[in-house]
């Protein structure tokens, strides 16, 4: 049974670089998934950061660009680790956005593992001008 272990670790170190040390030295970078919808008065965006704890889930907005950020933390645990399938790492993903959005009325909530954003449309200004004659 120990080789085996040991067999799949090193097998595993080779592909996927699992042990302890390169765990730590390396950082992923993992692109959540999404859904985009959006209705007459709102874009929503969903985006799957499983393992990410609320607290480490971040979204910022900066002119027409959406940011979605989260880590996931590795893992304590006592001893070596031997082989590990778990993620860890961290989440980006940046979308442009195609509408004017009224950024103080974005609600973001989140809750297993999934983000849920609401961005308000942005309703046109129209302005009446006045022609004149010369």
Excluded: C, W
Aim: hydrophobic share 30%; aromatic share 6%.
């Amino acid at each position: 049974m120990t080789s085996a272990v040991l067999n799949q670790k090193n097998h595993s170190d080779q592909e996927n670089q699992t042990s302890e040390e390169t765990q730590k030295e390396r950082v992923r970078i993992l692109t959540p998934r999404v859904d985009i919808y959006s209705d007459e008065e709102n874009i929503y965006l969903l985006a799957d950061l499983p393992g990410v704890e609320e607290k480490d889930v971040q979204v910022q907005l900066e002119k027409d660009q959406l940011t979605i950020s989260g880590k996931i933390s590795s893992k304590d645990i006592q001893g070596e680790l031997r082989y590990s399938e778990f993620r860890t790492g961290e989440y980006k993903r940046v979308f442009t956005l195609t509408e004017s959005v009224e950024e103080d009325r974005i609600s973001a909530v989140y809750k297993n593992g999934v983000l849920n954003l609401t961005l308000p449309k942005r309703k046109p200004l129209t302005k009446k001008i006045e022609v004149r004659s010369e």
